[in-house]
């Protein structure tokens, strides 16, 4: 059974950075994409950052502060964050998607449990 697991998240003031860490596992062949996804209280789910292959996309307004970035051997994906403001705070999810295992070709979706991140001001 894949497996995803975030990590990384913390408190940090406004104007700080954070680096997530986010790794699958579970006798992995591929993951086609990986992405971040974040949900603030009261806020539905939203794009913050994907990657598949070479190609990145994200959230809006996030370019230029947030990077995401991959490690295909690891089966791990990054999100360094940068200048970080309140508006931030809300729980990191990982989403591996596109996922074939060795023995199931069949393309999963896999979900982490999220991580929190906390900006003050």
């Known amino acids: 059974q894949v497996q995803v697991v975030e990590s990384g998240g913390g408190l940090v003031q406004s104007g700080g950075s954070l680096r997530l860490t986010c790794t699958a596992s579970?006798?992995?062949?591929?993951?086609?994409?990986m992405g971040w996804y974040r949900q603030a209280p009261g806020k539905e789910r939203e794009l913050v950052a994907l990657i598949r292959e070479d190609v990145t996309r994200y959230g809006d307004g996030l370019k230029g502060r947030f990077t995401i970035s991959r490690d295909n051997a690891k089966n791990t994906v990054y999100l360094q964050m940068n200048r970080l403001v309140p508006g931030d705070t809300a729980v990191y999810f990982c989403?591996?998607?596109?996922?074939?295992?060795?023995?199931?070709?069949?393309?999963?979706?896999?979900w982490g449990r999220g991580t929190q991140v906390t900006v003050s001001s």
């Open positions: 989403n591996a998607d596109g996922v074939q295992t060795r023995n199931n070709l069949r393309p999963k979706s896999v």
């Open positions: 579970g006798n992995i062949r591929i993951i086609h994409q």
